[in-house]
Protein backbone atom coordinates (compact mmCIF):
# COMPACT_ATOMS: atom_id res chain seq x y z
CA UNK A 1 0.00 0.00 0.00
CA UNK A 2 0.82 3.85 -0.44
CA UNK A 3 2.40 5.43 2.57
CA UNK A 4 1.96 8.86 3.09
CA UNK A 5 3.81 10.98 6.19
CA UNK A 6 3.14 14.44 6.59
CA UNK A 7 5.35 17.10 7.97
CA UNK A 8 5.46 20.71 8.79
CA UNK A 9 2.62 21.73 11.14
CA UNK A 10 2.84 23.89 14.46
CA UNK A 11 2.00 26.57 16.33
CA UNK A 12 1.54 29.70 14.88
CA UNK A 13 0.39 33.70 15.64
CA UNK A 14 -2.07 34.65 13.45
CA UNK A 15 -0.86 36.27 10.10
CA UNK A 16 2.04 33.65 10.46
CA UNK A 17 3.18 30.73 8.14
CA UNK A 18 3.60 27.36 7.89
CA UNK A 19 4.77 24.68 5.09
CA UNK A 20 3.67 21.23 4.57
CA UNK A 21 4.89 18.67 3.12
CA UNK A 22 3.79 14.79 2.68
CA UNK A 23 5.75 12.21 0.87
CA UNK A 24 4.55 9.33 -0.73
CA UNK A 25 6.35 5.91 -0.46
CA UNK A 26 6.38 5.55 -4.43
CA UNK A 27 5.68 7.19 -7.54
CA UNK A 28 2.24 8.09 -8.40
CA UNK A 29 1.21 6.70 -11.81
CA UNK A 30 -1.55 7.57 -13.93
CA UNK A 31 -4.03 10.27 -13.65
CA UNK A 32 -4.08 11.15 -10.19
CA UNK A 33 -4.27 14.20 -7.60
CA UNK A 34 -2.71 15.01 -4.24
CA UNK A 35 -4.07 17.30 -1.63
CA UNK A 36 -4.60 18.66 1.34
CA UNK A 37 -7.76 18.28 3.59
CA UNK A 38 -8.25 19.28 7.32
CA UNK A 39 -10.46 18.85 10.05
CA UNK A 40 -11.55 20.91 12.88
CA UNK A 41 -12.76 20.07 16.20
CA UNK A 42 -16.86 19.49 15.98
CA UNK A 43 -16.28 20.17 12.10
CA UNK A 44 -16.66 17.49 9.04
CA UNK A 45 -13.39 16.82 7.18
CA UNK A 46 -13.21 19.33 3.87
CA UNK A 47 -10.90 19.51 1.21
CA UNK A 48 -8.29 22.56 1.48
CA UNK A 49 -6.43 22.34 -2.03
CA UNK A 50 -5.13 19.23 -4.17
CA UNK A 51 -3.29 19.19 -7.75
CA UNK A 52 -2.98 16.86 -10.26
CA UNK A 53 -1.08 15.13 -11.87
CA UNK A 54 -1.26 17.34 -14.96
CA UNK A 55 -0.86 20.68 -12.74
CA UNK A 56 -5.08 21.26 -12.47
CA UNK A 57 -5.27 23.32 -9.27
CA UNK A 58 -8.68 23.19 -6.85
CA UNK A 59 -8.58 25.55 -3.77
CA UNK A 60 -11.50 25.72 -1.24
CA UNK A 61 -12.36 29.34 -1.61
CA UNK A 62 -11.83 30.01 2.22
CA UNK A 63 -8.24 29.71 1.39
CA UNK A 64 -7.94 31.23 -1.74
CA UNK A 65 -5.10 33.46 -2.22
CA UNK A 66 -3.62 32.39 1.06
CA UNK A 67 -2.83 28.31 0.51
CA UNK A 68 -0.57 27.24 -2.47
CA UNK A 69 -0.24 23.49 -3.36
CA UNK A 70 2.46 22.52 -5.38
CA UNK A 71 4.61 19.01 -6.17
CA UNK A 72 7.39 17.66 -6.75
CA UNK A 73 6.65 14.39 -8.55
CA UNK A 74 10.52 13.35 -8.54
CA UNK A 75 10.54 13.32 -4.49
CA UNK A 76 6.97 12.14 -4.42
CA UNK A 77 5.94 14.90 -2.75
CA UNK A 78 3.24 17.39 -2.30
CA UNK A 79 3.55 21.23 -0.18
CA UNK A 80 0.89 23.00 1.42
CA UNK A 81 2.34 26.89 1.84
CA UNK A 82 -0.19 28.05 4.31
CA UNK A 83 0.22 32.13 4.86
CA UNK A 84 -1.76 35.07 6.29
CA UNK A 85 -3.20 32.07 9.13
CA UNK A 86 -6.36 32.26 10.83
CA UNK A 87 -7.74 31.36 14.05
CA UNK A 88 -10.32 29.31 11.72
CA UNK A 89 -7.41 27.54 9.70
CA UNK A 90 -6.88 25.31 13.29
CA UNK A 91 -7.52 21.57 12.29
CA UNK A 92 -5.52 18.26 11.77
CA UNK A 93 -4.28 18.77 8.37
CA UNK A 94 -4.00 14.99 6.13
CA UNK A 95 -2.50 14.62 3.16
CA UNK A 96 -4.37 12.59 0.40
CA UNK A 97 -3.87 10.70 -2.72
CA UNK A 98 -6.84 10.20 -5.32
CA UNK A 99 -6.54 8.20 -8.44
CA UNK A 100 -9.16 8.60 -10.93
CA UNK A 101 -10.69 4.76 -11.02
CA UNK A 102 -13.95 3.82 -10.46
CA UNK A 103 -15.29 4.57 -8.28
CA UNK A 104 -11.76 5.91 -7.43
CA UNK A 105 -9.29 5.16 -4.91
CA UNK A 106 -7.88 7.29 -2.31
CA UNK A 107 -5.18 6.58 0.17
CA UNK A 108 -4.28 9.04 3.65
CA UNK A 109 -1.78 10.26 5.81
CA UNK A 110 -1.96 10.27 9.71
CA UNK A 111 -2.08 14.32 9.83
CA UNK A 112 -0.55 16.89 11.37
CA UNK A 113 -1.94 19.31 13.64
CA UNK A 114 -1.93 23.27 12.81
CA UNK A 115 -2.40 25.65 15.51
CA UNK A 116 -3.54 29.79 14.81
CA UNK A 117 -3.97 31.48 18.06
CA UNK A 118 -2.36 34.30 19.74
Known amino acids: QLQLVESGGGSVLPGGSLRLSCAAS????????MGWYRQAPGKQRELVAT???????NYADSVKGRFTISRDNAKNTVYLQMNSLKPEDTAVYCC????????????WGRGTQVTVSS
Open 26 to 33: GTLFGLNA
Open 96 to 107: NVHYYDTPGRDY
Open 51 to 57: ITNGGNL
